[in-house]
């Protein structure tokens, strides 16, 4: 399908628009403006008020005004460097207009002696004389149409000025066709939102600040497109991945039963609906594709597990696979007792399995002699085949691209994938990043789990963490020390985790302390994690490597030093680190004063609560969307208009009504429908109008 015809202007040349040459359509590309309609969506992001006042007596200085003025006298400088004087009079009362390098005969022209004009610009004291430097516009009553009253300021780029913007976006506005409406009408009418074309009037047209906020209804409404056909698109990839057929895996319920049985505890009502709705999944013939967030110890490992077991009764295979060999080998370790309750086959395949064992390892697979796998980027390689492959399980989801997790389905036929998450995900953020999956939400933990003590500490009470630290040691427990930085660096003042190590090992002893960082080889890595986790050494020092997935259950103490330059939420996973066993556990947030405002918030909130979503909401409050993800392939979309921070109640109205959209109307034959194929033209997303002709 091809765009319609009612969209070409919008998508012409930018040289299509009057007073737009080929140098001036190639700088506003460095805006990421290649069309009409991406001028149109750069809006205005402040203005300025140039009302016409009858006077600057009492105006509050320095400020951009606008008056009427009668020119008294012309004085141009002694000297060559100095300033050209224009002596000016409003209603009630003498100023100055000043030109820098002024030619006389064309400030003759523009301003001759006892002419009126209109002059706009910043007005100043200087010396105790009221100054308006480089006036930006001079006109004549008569042409006081041609500046507005209210000016829109736009984003610039080199060789790009506001008045070259400002009749760019004039011009883009002429190419504006009138649309049939997409919105629900009940929506619209209910928000009080503009029409299409009237809301880009509007936001371009400003009459002042209200027009250009983010909550006016014109821009709210530019937002709410946006969003919306964000959310057609996913829940047009859902439908289309629901269109396409899985496989039904149904679980005899032998093995579950043997794991069941096996368990020291009850899992959480959590977990049990969780298993539910995967189970469900599984045994539809439709492929399944969904999301299972939890929080720090929730319990996601038992419920990906359990979904393990369903494909393996189902005559299958299923395949976990962790972002790191650390993680990989976690899992290994914490489902081997399961798997060999249930005499279920289960081997780890990593980059470190070479030659025969590799070839060993691989030959099982295809043979179906290994049930589960679990696994790093090692499992993508194109060798790696399984018999029968119905599951794939990827952890830690924002750690891999969305075209990998594809590949891992690829693996098998219809295989069901199931992602999984230890972050949790504010819902402006899950509908925004995973809104075309089911999600499945860990919101309890398991019972006996002791809360951990947080507690906020300064750096110049060094001496006394690091007796705390001799005291657990010597009392058989262990601890984690995470720095910022692997080395010292001369630019950015933060401990450095080698420099931590050999003052720490001076202090404790030799054997007592361990080191890891992501820049260690694999194997110095691993001998560090292997040596901390069967209790060789008492204290581990170490950069975030240790974020995600490290158990060790006798580890009661976690310093995090220079606390304040770590995100929130990697603060709450570095806590979660510790409170694994069923001794009380502290973590102690050690920060350099003073310290911030937003610093201190930061470390409040984390000793106010545990609760992993209300963290991630004060984190994206606080630092952000674009800071929170920062992850280019992390599927997150970019939006030109609408802000997921604060409006995270809107894309929840666009998710709902996206969906009903869909299920009233799935080609989007109706009036409405053929209006949203038109918004998914307009905000470039063809590959959905692709997934309907296709279905």
């Not at 290994?370 to 790696?384: N, S």
Request: some cysteine; proline content about 5%.
């Amino acid at each position: 399908m091809s765009r319609p015809e009612i969209l070409f202007s919008l998508f012409a040349e930018l040289e299509s628009l009057s007073g737009i040459g080929p140098k001036t359509a190639q700088n506003l590309t460095q805006l990421g403006i290649n069309t009409p309609r991406d001028l149109l969506f750069t809006l205005p992001y402040s203005g300025i008020d140039r009302k016409l006042i009858d006077t600057v007596k009492n105006a509050s200085f320095p400020s951009t005004l606008t008056v009427l003025v009668k020119v008294s006298d012309h004085r141009p400088p002694h000297h060559r460097s100095g300033a050209y004087r224009v002596d000016v009079d409003d209603a009630k009362t003498s100023f100055q207009l000043i030109f820098f390098h002024g030619r006389s005969d064309y400030l003759n022209r523009v301003l001759p002696k006892d002419s009126t004009r209109v002059v706009s610009g910043k007005v100043e004291i200087f010396d105790g004389v009221i100054q308006m430097t480089h006036p930006e516009y001079i006109v004549s009553e008569s042409e006081i149409s041609d500046f507005p009253a209210f000016e829109p300021i736009y984003p610039l780029t080199s060789g790009v000025n506001q008045k070259t913007m400002f009749k760019a976006t004039r011009s883009a506005l002429t190419k504006l066709p009138i649309f049939n409406e997409w919105i629900d009408l009940e929506q619209k009418t209910k928000a009080n939102w503009p029409d299409f074309l009237t809301a880009f009037q509007k936001v371009h047209s400003p009459e002042s600040f209200d027009d250009i906020a983010m909550t006016s209804p014109a821009r709210t409404r530019i937002a709410y497109d946006e969003l919306l056909a964000h959310q057609l698109t996913l829940s047009l990839a859902r439908a289309f991945e629901r269109r396409i057929l899985g496989r039904e895996s149904h679980g005899n319920g032998r093995l579950q039963a043997l794991v069941s049985e096996a368990l020291p505890y009850t899992p959480t009502d959590a977990q049990q609906r969780s298993i539910l709705e995967i189970s469900q999944d599984m045994a539809s013939d439709v492929k399944m594709n969904r999301l299972l967030q939890g929080d720090v110890g929730t319990g996601k490992t038992l419920v990906a597990f359990w979904a393990l077991l369903i494909a393996v009764e189902a005559g299958g295979q299923g395949v976990m696979m962790a972002p790191t060999e650390i993680l990989a080998r976690q899992h290994l370790e914490s489902l081997q007792p399961l798997a060999e309750k249930a005499g279920v086959v289960l081997e780890l395949l990593t980059g470190r399995d070479k030659g025969a064992k590799r070839r060993a390892k691989l030959e099982a697979l295809w043979q179906g002699n290994i049930q589960i796998l679990v696994g790093t980027h090692a499992v993508f390689q194109t060798d790696v085949q399984f018999a029968d492959l119905r599951l794939a399980i990827v952890d830690e989801q924002h750690r891999f691209g969305v075209r990998q997790r594809l590949m891992l389905g690829k693996k098998g036929q219809f295989v069901d994938v199931l992602v999984m998450t230890a972050t949790p995900i504010p819902r402006s953020l899950a509908l925004a990043q995973y809104g075309d999956m089911d999600i499945s939400t860990l919101d309890e933990k398991p019972p006996g789990r002791k809360p951990i003590k947080t507690a906020l500490i300064s750096t110049s009470r060094m001496n006394e963490v690091i007796e705390r630290l001799r005291a657990a040691v010597a009392d058989g427990r262990q601890c984690y020390w995470v720095c910022p930085l692997v080395e010292e660096s001369e630019v950015v003042d933060l401990t450095a985790a080698e420099d931590r190590f050999v003052r720490l090992r001076a202090a404790l002893g030799d054997g007592v302390v361990g080191l890891v960082h992501g820049q260690m080889p694999a194997v110095e890595k691993d001998k560090a994690m292997t040596r901390f986790q069967t209790g060789d050494t008492g204290v581990l020092v170490a950069t975030t490597v240790i974020e995600v997935g490290v158990n060790v259950p006798n580890a009661t103490i976690m310093v995090i030093e220079r606390a304040e330059v770590f995100g929130l939420a990697q603060l709450h996973q570095l806590r979660g680190r510790v409170g694994r066993g069923l001794l009380a556990s502290t973590c102690l947030l050690m920060y350099q004063a003073p310290l911030s405002k937003s610093g201190q918030r930061r470390l409040e909130i984390l000793r106010e609560t545990e609760d992993g979503f209300r963290i991630a909401e004060t984190d994206l409050k606080m630092r952000g969307f674009g800071d929170l993800i920062g992850t280019e392939q992390s599927g997150v979309p970019q939006f030109k208009v609408a802000d997921i921070e604060r409006q995270g109640a809107l894309m929840a109205v666009a998710h709902s009504d996206a969906r009903k959209l869909l299920i009233d109307d799935p080609a989007l034959k109706s009036p409405r429908g053929r209006a949203a194929r038109n918004l998914l033209w307009l905000m470039g997303k063809d590959e959905s109008i692709r997934l309907i002709s296709v279905g």
